[in-house]
């Protein structure tokens, strides 16, 4: 299957701060790519929708101005968090989707610790 | 009703056994389907897709599709203890749309 890498891996920061998250398709040219957050013995919960080169689409409840995207590069999304507080820690995970297939491939995730 | 729906387990089976695991979805007009692994602390990996109605074997798993029923499966032949896991059945509604995850169902695998 294709790859999908994120970096960095683990990530724990000052309640405050701005905290960034790189999600690289390896392989293959992701058209869209998708930001998810994961909280312990929960299922994951879309954040957001982005397409290569236009505005991410934020899930109802998530604030785009406090979970940046940006979708620069058929290989490569960031996401941003700003102003991170405890509440934000979580387990991020992107996954990338190539044009035409409807089949999704995730990076291996980014867990998030504020203190 | 939730759109995607699991049994979230623990299912327990021994070491050799098969897994049988299901799923129902809710909206008809549901296209894609997928089920992910994933170990605990891990991101979800890909086991298989199915998009027609039947049977599609990859190695140990077998998915099956029944769009009438709105039901897919997932057969583990020959269960492992590294098959100890969560899985997750995941459902498309429309082509180009997001993918709808279950609440996933926890598989141990007993030597």
């Known amino acids: 299957g294709a790859v999908v890498s994120q970096h960095p891996s683990r990530v724990i920061c000052k309640s405050g701060t701005s905290v960034k998250i790189e999600c690289r398709s390896l392989d293959f040219q992701a058209t869209t790519m998708f930001w998810y957050r994961q909280f312990p013995k929960q299922s994951l919960m879309l954040m957001a929708t982005?397409?290569?080169?236009?505005?991410?689409?934020?899930e109802q409840g998530v604030e785009k101005d406090k979970f940046l995207i940006n979708h620069a590069s058929l290989t490569l999304s960031t996401l941003t968090v700003t102003s991170a507080h405890p509440e934000d820690s979580s387990f991020y995970i992107c996954s990338g989707r190539a044009g035409a297939t409807d089949t999704q491939y995730f990076g291996p995730g980014t867990r998030l610790t504020v203190l | 009703q939730k759109e995607v729906e699991q049994n979230s387990g623990p299912l327990s089976v021994p070491e050799g056994a098969i897994a049988s695991l299901n799923c129902t979805y809710s909206d008809r007009v549901s296209q894609s389907f997928f089920w992910y692994r994933q170990y605990s602390g891990k991101s979800p990996e890909l086991i298989m897709s199915?998009?027609?109605?039947g049977d599609k074997e990859d190695g140990r798993f077998t998915a099956q599709l029944n769009k009438a029923s709105q039901y897919v499966s997932l057969l583990i032949r020959d269960s492992q203890p590294s098959d100890s896991a969560t899985y997750l059945c995941?459902?498309?509604?429309?082509?180009?749309?997001?993918?709808?995850f279950g609440g996933g169902t926890r598989v141990l695998v007993k030597p």
């Open positions: 199915i998009y027609s109605n």
């Open positions: 995941a459902v498309i509604k429309a082509a180009g749309n997001k993918l709808t």
């Open positions: 982005s397409n290569e080169g236009s505005k991410a689409t934020y």
